[in-house]
Each structure stands twice: as C-alpha cells, then as structure tokens.
C-alpha cells in the first residue's frame, strides 16, 4: 500500500503525455489484487471469539493464496465431498495518505454463506456462491494501523441457496473456499459505481450497447453509473476512450463538467460512431478496448476498462440464429467448471485453457452448466470467439420463497456482471431441469429485458413458457422424431444430447452395429481406460444424435459433456465428456474438431485442416477404421500399401453433418502403421499416422500449455501428463503401470502420487508458486526409462 500514492501520481502523469497514436498501457489502481497473504484454517469451534482476531493466538492458521480450496478432495469422490465451516484471515495495513477514500472488498467466488468480520465486528453476511459480492469497509477500517479481516464459510447443504438441492443427490459439486479472487476498491467518495453494490435496474457501473451496426458503420452507446458517497455535492466529468485491438487511440468523447449531489448518482451517456467496425464473431473475435476516466478539477480520480467486441444478434422469421447479418449454425458443448483435487479453485490461466480446448474441439458456442462461470472464462470466450450461453445455479430443484428471490437476485446479478460480454448470446434465467411455476419464469424472463433493455436480447429455458428461446435436453422428447417436428413457436436450442438418451436405452439406433457390447458398454458414459471400442462406440452416439438435432428447426446444440466431472450422487464420475477429467480427449473430440473449417490460412490457430485416426490399431479384433477429417478425401495407407480413397460416409447417421467420417473396413490385421492422408481439391492438406505400438519402454513428459504458459505468482495450476511409451516413442494404449511423480523448484505437486496410468497415461496436477524460472519435473516407474522435463514459468 506504501506505493499506491507514488504509482497512482505516474499513472496521472503519464495519461498527460498520451499522444493520439500512442498506445494505452492501462492498470487501475483503484482495483488492488487482495490474493495473497491470507490465513486459513477448517475444523475448528465455528463460533468466533476474540481469538480468531489475535496473531498470538493458539490457532494454528496455515498460510494461503487465492484462489484456494478448503478441502483437496479424492480423484473420484466415492464418499460424499467435504462439507462444513471454514476461516480465512488477512491482516492488512492502509496507509495515512489514503485517508478519506471509500474502500470496499469485492469477492468475486466464495461458497457458499460467508459472514465478514473486520477488525472484530461483523459486517456483513452474503448467500450465494457463483456470484460476487461488495463489502464496503469505510466506516470499519483503521488507517495506519493493522487491520484484520476474517471470513467465514459455510457449504453446507441449504435449501435457501441456489442450486438448493443437498450435494448427496446433485448433478455436480459445488466444492468449496475463497475460490474465485478478491479485490480492494480504493476509490475516491465520487467514483464509477460498482453495479452488483450500486443494486440499480440497467445501471450501476458501465452499460455498452449496439445500435445501427453494419459493415460501414456501427454506435456504441455508453452508459456510466457516477456515484457520490460524500457528504457534500462533487464535480464530475467523464472522458470515454476508444481503442483498437492494439491500443491505438480511434475515438474520445468528454462531457461537461456534473454537480452530482451528496449521496446521489448520475449516469452518463457517451456514443461513438465507429466507421467500418470490425465485428466480432467466433472466426473473427475482434475486441476493442473501451476506457473510462471519471476526471474531477482536472485529474483523474477513477477507471474503467473493459475489451468490448461489436456484433449483432437476431433471429430469421424460422428462427434460425443470425449474427451480424449472416446464418450460423450453433455448434455447442456444455462445461463444468471443477478440476479433480481442487474442485473449483482454478488459477485464470486454468480457465483459459479450458476455454481454448473447447475452441480446438471445433466448437462456436459454450452452454454453461449450471451456473455462472468465472469472469476469466467469459474473458477467454471473448478472445478466442466462442459464443455463450449464460446460467443462474439451479438443477432439478425449487425451494421456498427465500429461494426462489436468491435465484431471482442471481438473474439481475448475473446480467449486472456479465452484460458487456460480446461472447455472451442467450441468457438461462431458468432453474434447469427444475419444475418451476409460471409466475416463476415470467418475472425471470422480465427482469433479462429490465435489466437490458435493448434490441437482441434473449432469455432462454428448459420449460417453452415466457423464455424467447426453448432449451429443452434432446431426452425431454420422444424417439425416434426428438425435436424435429416442433412446431417454431420460437427459437429451438438443443441444450444437452449425446449422454442420458443412449444412458437410459430409449435412443441408439445404430447401437446394432455393436450388438455384442454388454449393456455398460452400449451408451455414452465411456473413461479413456475403458478402451477403443467403448470409446468408438460413445464418437458414434455423439455423432448420430447430433446429426439428427441438425434434421429438425433446432439453430443449434450442445453436447453434454466436454470434460468428465464428479457429482454429488453417484461414487462415479460422470464419464460421457469428449475428454476426460484431466482433460485428455477421447476419440469423440475428434468428431466434433472435424465439424469445423476447414480453414486453409496457414497461420490459423483454430479450423485448420485436421485428421484423425480412431484406432490404436493394436488389436485384431478391431479392424474398422474411422478416420475424423475435415477434408474432402481421405486416403488410407497400411506399411506403405494404399487401401485406397475414399469420400465422407453416406449413411443414416451422417446425412446432415458438415465433415462426415471416413470409414475404412480392413480385412486382415496387419501391425504396423496406418498412415491416413487428407486431400482438398485433390491437393494433399494434412496427415496422420498410427503405429501399433510395442513393449512398453520408457516415459515421456509433458504438460498442457493450452495456449497459456504457467505464471507466477497467480496460484496457477497444469496438467502434467507422463505417457507410457515403447522404444518409438508410441504411446501404449493398454498400460497401466503406478508413475511416481517429483518436481524440483517452485512448485508442488497436487493428486495421488504414484497413480495408476489410465490408457497409457499417467496425470498429476502442477502447482507453481511466486517465483519465476526454471521447475524441473521427473517421473519413475518400475521397468521403465525415467523422464525429466524443464518448465519455464515466467
């Protein structure tokens, strides 16, 4: 805090000399990273004493960075995840010169009752655990002196909070912690108001909206929530910049000089017309970055920036999707949020690259499941174009009327956090799965369009009442039609398919090709361990009810699931994600990733021209080949020998797909390597081999970088794989041997060690810490050639 003054005066300084073409450089100080240094400490007398605020006391407090869990739970949770009361604590010190200023504490994820103390006295009690919350600390903080703060959770089962339904017999987990990061607002008494504390209707904080967009021209209309907590009148002038996606200045905008009267607020409107936008959509997610400085007798004394992307929305007289003027096809996945061991503490790198598996798996769109995700994760959709459909937390679940004004409470909040998201398409104001009365959904689907009240906004639920666009689950209708005959009331989104249709046996209509399965084996709850055939057989449930959701008005689905996940009311995983809970794919990711392009840029980081051999080729009883591909043509070598060129599949579950398969039926196994080539235009455009593997010999190191390097500093966390290998390097797809893990430099190791290899594959989480440089990370196991493996952390 002792530097805040003298950065705060370089930062006015600097904004001085800013030329037209110069680039921003922006960091509000106002908004100070409230992460590290804190306490914490589970299993103790839940009832607070003057102890729990003495650094002197008996407790012994273990010391955290955020995010954090409360309870590092097991790989599989067999047994019912950790429930119960925890503290978090966290002295600080404000420094003399910041007296007079408004200081508040904004908890962006704590789950899931949390009652805030501050220097012994309680402050404040909040429900909800997917949302942020405001404290304000004025009155109760000491300036230059220490001040403690203490939090307490609670996640236990509780009926008054969304999602509501006890864990034991949920869908999923909610977990535990401060797992989502805390800021200390620094403000002035005249500020920018904060819009989940300002609680206004279509205010509070910053409002960007769209208006006569085209490729010539489009206005972005700004709205500014200005509050004076002082107690006196204040003068307020407001200067909005726009920049391109490198920085450079493009437009500003100032207004004349406001008196906002004590305790009063005032909002602000500012348009820019921009000439040729660049409109963002998933091929071209283009973001400019929007500025706003709230300026007081010549200085500025608070900030606002977000990266803003222009687009429209709007739907055809069939109701098919249309953005910025052009058809598109949703083609969509749903995702938890929770990593094994540490449930839902995600570092920001971590939920990047989430976000960017999702866009390498070839989709455009991203159903939330079931509940507000991390800011981080929007922020990713933004940048990589992944279109978003937005949840309240609720499954199969309505409570009473302190429940049901919670979930109201979670639409408005949802919306207040999230509105200016270009990535975000629909709004779930509906309590999935949850019979909820119609009195319920109207004023859900009211307070979306109060809350925003323009052109192209769109409430959406699993019941076709008050919501713009229906979203039932593929299994809510009957086979063998689903879908395809409703009757275009409104826009159709198919918001889950591929899992429990084939689960509960009442659809797979090409499951007679596998007639010799047992009744486990035949649906699409498939681990990576359970082998090729298993895994063949979840692709080809995927890929025929997602071919059949394109036959009927449907603008788009979402495929339950991308990644494997706990859930509260079976000792099993939920095992139908595309990948697996340490997310390594399955042979259904490439399915979905040869949906997509192909894009023939050769730096294109997504779309490219792809294929992908589904068959380890290592057992003779397996000689079906499917190749996934984007191409037009498919030509398929065995040790050298074509077995010919063959075009897409033309069968019942490939009619309407954009890339169906390729399908080989080989005749004699042969072991060695398959080579499959893909052709466009008769031109050769990508490749891929598969060999059969050997002897297992060695491992071999590696971690998920997913388009984010690790980062210090950040509690961020990767995947780090060691594969089981024969002496070519192949991957060997039946081992399981116990790999030992170590790691050597700043970071720690998180999950079993040893664990078992599943597929080949042995995975343990990295944890690294707030030094950069050099961590060197080693794997043994018995029989096998040791690997070591160096990551840079910057």
Partial sequence: MRYFTLFFTLLLLFAGCSAETEPSEFDDPTTLNFNKGWEFVKDIDPNVSDEYFDRNSSIEWEMVSLPHTANIEPLVISDQQWQGDVFYRKFFEIDRDQAGKQFALRFHGAMHEADVWLNGEMIQKHKGGYLPFVVDITDQVEVDRENVLLVKLNNENNPTIPPGKPIETLDFNWFSGLYRNVDLLVNEKLQISDPIAADRVSAGGVLVNYTDVTDESATINIQTDIENFDSTSRNAVLKTVLRDHSGMKIAERSTDEQPISAGDHHLFQHEIEVEEPNLWSPDSPYLYELTIELHENGEAIDFWQKRIGIRTMSFTEDHQFVLNGKPLQLRGTNRHQSYPYIGYALSENAQF???????????????????????????????????????????????????????????????????????????????????????????????????????????????????????????????????????????????EYGDWEYYAHNAGFNQDAYEDLQEEERNSRQLRGDGQVRMAQQALNFQEAHNSNLQGWAFGDANWVMYDYNRGYDVNLEASGIRDIFRLPKFTNYFYQSQGGPNPDPNAEFNRPMIYIANFWSDPDFKTVKIYSNTEEVELFLNGKSLGRKNPDIDRVSTHLNHPPFTFDIEEFEPGILRAVGYINGEVVTEAERTTPGEAAAIELEYDRSGRELEAGQNDVVFVYASIVDENGTTIPNAEPDVQFEVEGDGELIGYNPIEAEAGIATVLLKVGESDGEITLRAFSDGLRSDEYQVIVN
């Fill in 353 to 495: 690259r989430d976000a960017y598996k999702i866009k390498e798996a070839g989709f455009n769109f991203i159903r939330i499941a079931h509940y507000p995700p991390d800011p981080a994760f929007l922020e990713a959709a933004d940048e990589l174009g992944l279109l978003f459909m937005n949840a309240i937390p609720g499954w199969q679940f309505f409570g009473d009327e302190e429940f049901q004004e919670l979930a109201l409470r979670d639409v408005r909040e949802m919306i207040r956090r999230d509105r200016n998201h270009p990535s975000i398409v629909i709004w779930e104001a509906s309590l999935n799965e949850s019979d909820m009365p119609e009195s319920f959904m109207e004023r859900a689907h009211d307070i979306v369009h109060e809350e925003l009240p323009f052109e192209g906004i769109y409430s959406s639920g699993w019941i076709d009442h008050a919501y713009d666009i229906f979203i039932p689950a593929r299994q809510h209708a009957s086979p063998p039609e689903y879908w395809a005959s409703y009757p275009q009331e409104k826009p159709l989104f198919i918001a």
